[in-house]
């Protein structure tokens, strides 16, 4: 459960946000990161700021870095993503208790 915690913590902010809590949640400095994602230290700070528009592939290397995976989500399905994970990965409308059935977590 520990892991849908982490991962709700980083839903509700913009996506560099979310880059810098989960380097920062990783232990890792910006130059770490920028040597484990083979991008300068420079690039990891600028798209942590958004001082500029950094490249798409910079964001993608630092994302697997992290051991995150980026997603392009239809924007009419976003709230019900957001719910699924926020439900701590339960299918929406599942009966609890012992004879619920499995939800993805238990998987």
């Known amino acids: 459960m520990k892991h849908i915690e982490q991962i709700m ?13 989960a380097r920062i949640a990783a232990g890792l400095t910006q130059a770490a990161l920028a040597q484990q994602a083979g991008v300068s230290r420079f690039a990891v700070s600028r798209a942590e700021t958004r ?5 798409l592939s910079t964001v993608e290397a630092m994302a697997r870095a992290l051991g995150m995976q980026m997603m392009l989500v239809p924007a009419l399905l976003r709230p019900d993503v957001d719910a699924f994970v ?16 499995r939800s993805i977590v238990d998987l």
């Open 86 to 101: 926020r439900s701590g990965g339960r299918l929406l409308g599942q009966p609890e208790g012992v004879d619920a059935p």
């Open 9 to 21: 913590c980083f839903m509700d902010n913009t996506l560099e946000q979310q880059l810098r809590r």
């Open 51 to 55: 001082a500029d528009d950094s490249r």
